[in-house]
T-cell receptor
Framework: DAGVIQSPRHEVTEMGQEVTLRCKPISGHNSLFWYRQTMMRGLELLIYFNNNVPIDDSGMPEDRFSAKMPNASFSTLKIQPSEPRDSAVYFC????????????FGEGSRLTVL | TQLLEQSPQFLSIQEGENLTVYCNSSSVFSSLQWYRQEPGEGPVLLVTVVTGGEVKKLKRLTFQFGDARKDSSLHITAAQPGDTGLYLCAGALGGQNFVFGPGTRLSVLP
């Protein structure tokens, strides 16, 4: 079975440009998470959804970041406008939606903002 | 300030040695997970511990959850080069909000 699929794997853009990251969770999983990983701050939760509904977006850095989950098989994380400090690896993860459930991570999208 | 602290931050050992890495917090967690992450990939779950004092074994890896559910340890016996990676602990704060520690980067030299 396919795991969590993220695209693009790598993106290099210039400051001020819009960036859209995409995620397809594992079929049947009820919860979807967006994380950001940097050397300085480690793995940080940005937002998570249960049954396509945003539950906790307190980790979203600022209004430049937005996330949507229009259906159970697709989510986007958008940064507009992007800044150099947004450079990081962005991970999408999904789970079955139980409190002790395993998080299944995608391979990540490495974003570089020049 | 990190809610979860991990130590050591870096560890480089020879194949065959034993090692222990630690995950500590002042917060109580309903459950705690350990993940291993290899370069260019996402973290992969190793174990979930739920009960205070719980010990779980996965081949050469032994995981323990502290009695007060605030800390955990991972012990590896006879480390192998394939154990190389970033070891992350993650505590469940409630619901499905998992907070991750900064990780221990392990290098096992042949």
């Amino acid at each position: 079975d396919a795991g969590v699929i993220q695209s693009p794997r790598h993106e290099v853009t210039e400051m001020g440009q819009e960036v859209t990251l995409r995620c397809k969770p594992i079929s049947g999983h009820n919860s979807l998470f967006w994380y950001r990983q940097t050397m300085m701050r480690g793995l940080e939760l940005l937002i998570y959804f249960n049954n396509n509904v945003p539950i906790d977006d307190s980790g979203m850095p600022e209004d430049r970041f937005s996330a949507k989950m229009p259906n159970a098989s697709f989510s986007t994380l958008k940064i507009q406008p992007s800044e150099p400090r947004d450079s990081a690896v962005y991970f999408c993860a999904s789970s079955l939606g139980v409190n002790t459930g395993e998080l299944f991570f995608g391979e990540g999208s490495r974003l570089t903002v020049l | 300030t990190q809610l979860l602290e991990q130590s050591p931050q870096f560890l480089s050992i020879q194949e065959g040695e034993n090692l222990t890495v630690y995950c500590n917090s002042s917060s109580v967690f309903s459950s705690l997970q350990w993940y291993r992450q290899e370069p260019g990939e996402g973290p992969v779950l190793l174990v979930t511990v739920v009960t205070g004092g719980e010990v779980k074994k996965l081949k050469r890896l032994t995981f323990q959850f502290g009695d007060a559910r605030k800390d955990s340890s991972l012990h590896i016996t006879a480390a192998q080069p394939g154990d190389t990676g970033l070891y992350l602990c993650a505590g469940a704060l409630g619901g499905q909000n998992f907070v991750f520690g900064p990780g221990t980067r392990l290098s096992v030299l042949p």
